[in-house]
């Protein structure tokens, strides 16, 4: 049964459009503005801002950055750091979560009791740093991948997960004979490919994303993953302009700084912008699950 | 027989016995801790030796003489922060901008979410979806780049205001648009991921109760509000409490890029106090007093707003 609508509900209905169509502006304009500006010449972008007449394009913004050794060492290292944390934030949390969600396994409650106090308490950011330095893993890439491997959250994920495979299986497999190892390895693994990749996927973006640890734990510039590279192109700069003391480079450090950072947000976070689409649906089965109590 | 399987019941549940049980259990499952000692080691090593190491907050540490070593100083380190003349407003940035925050940040996303559930055609909606989730998926740091960029004395923002006014703004100096920023470019960012826990919730009411209300003479808003909203509200409860109880557990990382040296008055919050203290000065711990001081006003606040939601929730809280 469909009922048309009144006259009132239609004025609501064409507000309710309007606004969404705002919103939908008010995300995509900034994002196309960046865009398009990076393809400016610079000259033009500092003096004018973006322009529609073609022969303001060039493409000197993206030759810049592509040249840049920091940049690309960066991108690789993001790249590494992000595929090494994904891995084992994956394996540590899919290992816990099985034995945590089998009804009879006897320490459940203690194990989930040691994970869940740390949602809640936890020894700060000196305490941490503390421990890291006395381990040794200041300035290197242990400190990125090994310290935030455990999430709780991602235990409760995998748990609740593993909670949905029919019991009967492992049941009729015991049975057999098989022991959990068996199981796991051949029943409950095979399953599991869904809560794996969406995992995966969050502690990827998420590492890729972030600069907090890299900026606390290392201090070897060759380390840096591609967000602290980018925090010194795009802010640092902005904030303090650096020691050039000579005339001429900085007015040509001034003429292409604008159009270096353009091009760097565009060639930084393109990749993701584009992918996501590809996997929107499980970014939003990550919410789902993870909003079940 | 019944009888006599109650008594062999009661005597199964004897302490020996169980515990012999358990014994068997573990040695015959032991693949099962084997499995779950990774995180287990881990979460003992990463969180719980440095929630021993907090003890520093009381002690007045020096590497030479190790946690252990170091002189007790009871709430020295407390009592000084308390009563530093900084106290005062990076306790007020803190709570400002983290209240600003939610004030907005709450109620958008909701009603982004009762926009779109308006959608009929299905592909627009996703398409719409689509857009607005996608800045969650640009980098802090690439945020604030682009807020660097955006508002930069000769940047798109401040050529609009110059050909108005005739003299741009130094938005990022300016204290007085830190809180603002911040807020707005979160909203930006966040408002459109941060509703599809309302979509998801409002994709589960019956059509048959809006076709009703209809037919009872209900108009759209009408309907909105008496079949949408409830529906929703046990989200929005627990949505609100997560984020309430969280106020002064505000992120360290946007807030540190925002920062410029002449933005601090509004700039500086407890975490990137801590940071400052802590890491660059050195000062372990009155850093790591600070940052125990801002966790336990952050487990009252959880405490607290959850009792008060509970209240008015008709007893559905967090916990």
Redesign the interface.
Known sequence: MNLKPSRLDRVVLTINYTLLALAVLVVLVPLIYVVVASFMEPTTLLNKGISFNLSDYSVEGYKLILANEAMLRGFVNGLFYSAAFAVVTVAVSIFAGYPLSIDNFVGKKFFMTIFIITMFFGGGLIPTFLVIKELGMLNTVWAIIVPGAVSVWNIILARTFFKGIPRELNEAAKVDGASELLIFLRIVLPLSKPIIFVLALYAFVGQWNSYFDAMIYLENTKLYPLQLVLRSILIQNQVDPGMITDRLVMAEMKRLSEIIKYASIVISSLPLLVMYPFFQKYFEKGVMVGSLK | MQQLLETVNKNKMQKGYVLKR?FD??LK?H???W??A???I?????????????I?AFKDFSYSKG?LGSDWVGLDYFTKFLSAPNFEPIFMNTLLLSAYGLVLGFPIPII?AL??N??RKVGVKKN?Q??????N??????I???I???L?P?G?IN?IITLTTGHPIVF?SDPEYFRTIYVLSGI?QGA??AS??YV?ALAGVDPELH?AA??DGA???QRIWHIDLPTIKP?MAIVFILSAGGIMAIG??KAF?MQ??MNLPTSEII?TY??KV??KAGD?SY??AI??FN?VIN?IL?VLVNFVVKRLNEGDGLY
């Open positions: 358990n259990y573990v499952n693949f099962l801790y499995l779950i990774p995180a287990f881990l979460t003992i090593i990463f969180k719980y030796v440095p929630m021993y190491g907090v520093i946690i982004l926009m779109l308006q959608m719409i689509l857009i607005l989730y996608a800045p998926f640009i980098s802090v740091v690439v604030v780049g682009m660097f960029v955006f930069s000769t798109p050529k990022m930006w459109g991921w599809i826990i998801a076709n209809t037919i108009n759209l808003l989200v360290f990382e890029l410029t040296a975490p801590v940071y802590g890491l372990y850093s790591a940052g125990l966790s487990i959880l």
